[in-house]
């Protein structure tokens, strides 16, 4: 079966290509944040970064193919892309501030426009941006296209808060640990619709992943633990794998287009 009458029989079959939200979903976009951030470290402090930077680039592309090329949501496929956005994000929004020079503060304001560009275009285009309507097709680009945003964004963000502001890593994965909360909040008093609450919560949980991570991997004379990067990110990566294989073996979080 060729892959256009393969997407053409999800989209008419109104397959959504993401999971439900749940609490779990959280759970593990938070871990693959984290994941994410310090495996991008390690990988820059392993080899040499244009090695680890072009194995980043090749890892997402393997990960988004394989998303896009599945009729459906399945668990594996779906998380082993966040991850791969997950791990080039951090290299992208790095590569901006040590290899351009550009300070955290423009490079956060820069990834926030392209995010509210691609929201803009997608809700034209498409007149919603609920991932109940996640199809294959143009739908599921514009999609990863804003994940892909969210976590560079997300990046440079927890990076501003942490270096440029000068907080460190364990009181800016605090400071955002409240703030997550505040999109739920505000949904359950009505005072924000779920999509843009689902979207701002999105946000968040990136910048809240890696401080954390990050917070268990730098040695102390950066303020943290010293666990390594590389023990942080394998330990992350156990836990990650693990529910991953609950939701692929029970498909409680798979969704049908609403």
Known sequence: ?????????????????????????????????????????????????????????????????????????????????????SIFGTMAADVLHVGLGIPYAASTVAFAVALAVILFV????????????????RRELFYWATVLAT????????????????????????????AIAIPGLLFRYGMLGPV???????????PLGASFADWMGVPASRGGLGWGTGPVTAAWAVVIVALVAYLAATRRDAQTES
């Open 151 to 178: 976590f560079a964004l997300g990046t440079a963000a927890g990076d501003l808060t942490a270096a440029t502001f000068g907080w460190g890593y364990l009181v800016s994965g605090i400071a955002f640990a409240a």
């Open 122 to 137: 997608w809700h034209r285009t498409e007149g919603t941006l609920s991932i109940h309507t996640v199809t294959a097709g």
């Open 1 to 85: 079966m060729t892959t256009d009458v393969r997407l053409g029989r999800a989209r008419a079959a109104g397959l959504v290509k993401v999971p439900q939200v749940t609490a779990l979903f959280w759970i593990i976009k938070v871990l693959t944040t984290g994941m994410g951030e310090t495996a991008s470290d390690f990988l820059a402090h392993t080899l040499a970064p244009p090695v680890a930077v072009g194995l980043g680039a090749l890892g997402l592309a393997a990960g988004l193919a394989a998303q896009l090329w599945a009729a459906r949501y399945r668990a594996g496929i779906y998380w082993f892309a966040v991850v791969m956005v």
């Open 196 to 206: 843009a609450a689902f979207w701002a919560a999105y946000v968040i949980t990136r």
